[in-house]
């Protein structure tokens, strides 16, 4: 390239650059000649937010959180199920959705659930996890009853809005399977977009049972990972968004054998379910059970592995996000027998002697 060439390019970097810094301090000036006005905190704001009760406040935010979660889900699943189910939109099936968007959907669902509602209440949004909290991390008993009741609201709001926003597409898909003699509650029915049934060959509960329990330990590790101050991978603005996406995961791999990996999220919409399509829905296949109650055992299984084998307490201390129950001293006798100082003053004494020879000869 001729040297011409070259100064031609320079002038023109150049002459952009100067463009870019001139919109630059236009844009600057702009904006302080018109800032934003920042609005003034006034004393009855302050005064009414401290007159909510605090236990009214988190009630919401668990069921505005599981409503988030939810609804985006199951939402999901109904634009599938009947596009799905329709012999005029079946070959287009795939525009109206895919396991794989519904996984998504309750992905992110569950990502504005926790940035929305979690600096309110703590972010439960499951019945088990607020037991595991209360087992393993002192959240206190008292709270328990009241959370998992607005859990199980908040779901059932997300099925009653759905029904409403469906009601007609719901309606003439529920006639088209009565009418061809299949009812309204099983696998892929209109009943289905609410909660999970088995397929028509699972009729071996055992097997529902496992991978139930599997998949709600498999989630509440990665979700105890995710609130561990000493794990060094998950930032706070990184929990939402990975704790999404372990539930996304097993929504991938297990959603087409059935499960349901929440007791709230079940129970409020199977609730919805038999109030518009009977008490079957709680009844077939005899799976409803596994559904609501295997969550929890299966999670407390999950956290007392986590807690046993992968807890570390004294980074957790160390991080300043945890004290000895027992005071500096007892820290401080701990380290000594367990013979950290030693290690750390080896440690330390390697490094200098590294230090101060030389090794290229």
């Not at 519904?102 to 439960?124: D, E, N, R, W």
Request: glycine share 8%.
């Amino acid at each position: 390239m001729a040297n011409n060439d070259l100064n031609r390019m320079e002038t023109i970097d150049t002459a952009q650059g100067d463009v870019e810094l001139g919109v630059t301090d236009v844009l600057a000036k702009h904006y302080s000649r018109h800032p934003v006005e920042r609005r003034a905190i006034s004393q009855r704001q302050l005064d009414f937010e401290r007159a909510r009760p605090r236990w009214l406040r988190e009630m919401l935010a668990e069921a505005t959180g599981v409503f988030f979660y939810v609804f985006p889900g199951i939402a999901s699943i109904a634009s599938f199920t009947l596009a799905a189910g329709n012999p005029e939109t079946a070959p287009l099936t795939p525009v109206f959705g895919s396991l794989f968007q519904i996984g998504l959907a309750f992905a992110i669902g569950i990502s504005f659930a926790i940035i929305v509602c979690a600096p309110t209440s703590g972010g439960h949004f499951n019945p088990a996890v607020t037991i595991c909290l209360a087992v393993w991390q002192g959240f206190p008993w008292k709270k328990v009853p009241y959370f998992i009741f607005s859990q199980i609201f908040g779901s059932f709001m997300a099925g009653m809005m759905l029904m409403g926003m469906y009601h007609e597409q719901l309606s003439e898909f529920a006639a088209r399977t009565t009418a061809a003699g299949e009812g309204t509650v099983f696998n892929g029915g209109p009943a289905s977009v609410l909660v999970s049934f088995p397929n028509a060959n699972q009729t071996n509960l055992g097997y529902l049972v496992l991978i139930e329990f599997f998949v709600c330990s498999f989630i509440i590790m990665v979700i105890w990972a995710c609130i561990d101050p000493a794990n060094p991978f998950v930032s706070p603005a990184q929990a939402p968004y990975t704790i999404g996406l372990v539930y996304a995961t097993m929504v991938w791999g297990f959603a087409d054998i059935t499960i349901s990996t929440n007791m709230a999220r079940d129970l409020g919409c199977r609730l919805v379910a038999a109030i518009f399509y009977g008490r079957e829905a709680f009844t077939y296949h005899n799976y409803s059970w596994i559904a609501i109650l295997i969550n929890i055992p299966a999670s407390l299984f999950g956290v007392t592995y986590y807690e046993l084998v992968m807890r570390d307490s004294l980074q957790k201390i160390g991080k300043g996000r945890a004290v000895h129950a027992e005071g500096e001293e007892a820290l401080q006798r701990h380290i000594t027998n367990s013979g950290l100082i030693k290690t750390l003053s080896n440690a330390k004494h390697q490094i200098e002697h590294v230090k101060t020879h030389d090794f290229s000869s």
